[in-house]
T-cell receptor
Framework: ELKVEQNPLFLSMQEGKNYTIYCNYS?????LYWYRQDPGKSLESLFV?????AVKQEGRLMASLDTKARLSTLHITAAVHDLSATYFC?????????????FGKGTHLIIQP | EPEVTQTPSHQVTQMGQEVILRCVPI?????FYWYRQILGQKVEFLVS????????KSEIFDDQFSVERPDGSNFTLKIRSTKLEDSAMYFC?????????????FGDGTRLSIL
């Protein structure tokens, strides 16, 4: 059974600081996704990571994937208040094609001015 | 940009009643999904649907749940006899499929409240 663990689950930080969210998964996977969710809203796709060593960046967010360690990170650089949200990583089973995703519990991020 | 649309946005139903949640996936997408999120918890996969049949379902998706694509645009989730624990946000998602670099696109969700 595929399990996905995120940490931390809750993070309060100040604007301008850097921080990293970690996502570990339990079995081989060929695709990992990061989503953002604002309170009461839907899930917005941030990154798709498919191969070992993949790194994607968008603004102040950078995601990476280490398939050997079964670990993905989401790094926040010089945080700003607008990045306050809950961030989920989601993993698909290896060879699962377009099967359903297994989500982590999410990291609730609060960035204080 | 094309979106996944869901109706209604909020549904209040008495326990034991049937409820149908509706979704219109993005038009050129081929794979459709339902997920649920109990308040404050993680998103849980329910079912995936491709080529007019269920391709995968989770343990949550028991006999009280069913899905249907009644026409070329709608994708529905039916809960036959609702329970209190069915109260959650239900998200529909779709993806074009094929290349794995396509994320699943989520709708805004239907908040289901069972009384």
């Amino acid at each position: 059974e595929l399990k996905v663990e995120q940490n931390p689950l809750f993070l309060s930080m100040q604007e301008g600081k850097n921080y990293t969210i970690y996502c570990n998964y339990s079995t081989t996977s060929d695709r990992l996704y990061w989503y953002r969710q604002d309170p009461g809203k839907s899930l917005e796709s941030l990154f798709v990571l498919l191969s070992n060593g993949a790194v994607k960046q968008e603004g102040r967010l950078m995601a990476s994937l280490d398939t050997k360690a079964r670990l993905s990170t989401l790094h926040i650089t010089a945080a700003v208040h607008d990045l306050s949200a809950t961030y989920f990583c989601a993993v698909g089973k290896s060879g699962g094609g377009a099967d359903g995703l297994t989500f982590g519990k999410g990291t609730h991020l609060i960035i204080q001015p | 940009e094309p979106e996944v649309t869901q109706t209604p946005s909020h549904q209040v139903t008495q326990m034991g009643q049937e409820v149908i949640l509706r979704c219109v996936p993005i038009s050129n997408h081929l794979y459709f999904y339902w997920y649920r999120q109990i308040l404050g918890q993680k998103v849980e996969f329910l079912v995936s649907f491709y080529n007019n049949e269920i391709s995968e379902k989770s343990e949550i998706f028991d006999d009280q749940f069913s899905v249907e694509r009644p026409d070329g645009s709608n994708f529905t989730l039916k809960i036959r006899s609702t329970k209190l624990e069915d109260s959650a946000m239900y998200f529909c998602a779709s993806t074009r499929g094929g290349a794995f670099n396509q994320p699943q696109h989520f709708g805004d969700g239907t908040r289901l409240s069972i009384l």
